[in-house]
């Protein structure tokens, strides 16, 4: 069956614009996280969701970082007035439930210029 | 593809041969450990688990060995092969605590000589 996939795998921006980064969980999955990945580290908490209700945004940088999952399947990171910092590895993992094995999907490599 | 391990502490090790890396946690309250393998331009791919009422958890040439007590956590991989070079990462979860995000430690670099 299909892995979890995220679209574009590669952004390039100019500092000051809006993205979106979409992911597509693995189907059935009610757990659906996203994390930043930068070089040579692990991945990052940002926040995660059970089915459409955000449950913990912790990991949000600041309030220029959004997340939604209305329908409880796809997800939409944005980042608002984006900045040259927030260039980095966005990765996208979903679970069956929480406290499960997460798999995580190849990314979305944005570079703010 | 994504360049990983630039500055990450790496394991040299002969084909054949068996591999260990270890890994420190630091959250006392954390009670589910995983080991997560992310070859170059991948994401990371889970390779085993552990919760923290098991000391020891094994797989499919891999082992997981969990010291709670020093909060140290280590994989073992037997026989390791050209494949297994990656960059692994270790992963800790406080389950109870209702929190439900993986924090990783810093990965350790496999090359697998042949």
């Known amino acids: 069956g299909a892995g979890v996939s995220q679209s574009p795998r590669y952004k390039v921006t100019k500092r000051g614009q809006d993205v979106a980064l979409r992911c597509d969980p693995i189907?059935?999955?009610?757990?659906l996280y996203w994390y930043r990945q930068a070089l040579g580290q692990g991945p990052e908490f940002l926040t995660y969701?059970?089915?459409?209700?955000?449950?913990?945004k912790s990991g949000l940088p600041n309030d220029r970082f959004s997340a939604e999952r209305p329908e409880g399947s796809i997800s939409t990171l944005t980042i608002q007035r984006t900045e040259q910092r927030d260039s980095a590895m966005y990765r996208c993992?979903?679970?069956?439930?929480?406290?499960?094995?997460?798999?995580f999907g190849p990314g979305t490599r944005l570079t703010v210029t | 593809g994504e360049s990983v391990g630039l500055h990450l502490p790496t394991l040299s090790v002969q084909e054949g041969d068996n591999s260990i890396i270890n890994c420190a946690y630091s959250?006392?309250?954390?009670?589910?450990f995983i080991w997560y393998k992310q070859e170059s331009g991948k994401g990371p791919q889970f390779i085993i688990d552990?919760?923290?009422?098991?000391d020891k958890r094994q797989g499919q040439r891999v082992t997981v060995l969990l010291n709670k007590t020093v909060k140290h956590l280590s994989l073992q991989i037997a026989a390791t092969q050209p494949g297994d070079s990656a960059v692994y990462f270790c992963?800790?979860?406080?389950?109870?605590?209702?929190?439900?995000?993986?924090?990783f430690g810093t990965g350790t670099q496999l090359k697998v000589e042949l």
């Open positions: 969701f059970n089915y459409e209700a955000q449950q913990d």
């Open positions: 959250n006392s309250a954390s009670d589910y």
């Open positions: 552990i919760r923290s009422n098991m």
């Open positions: 189907s059935g999955h009610v757990s």
């Open positions: 993992a979903s679970s069956l439930r929480q406290g499960h094995e997460q798999y």
């Open positions: 992963a800790e979860e406080d389950l109870t605590g209702g929190g439900n995000k993986l924090t």
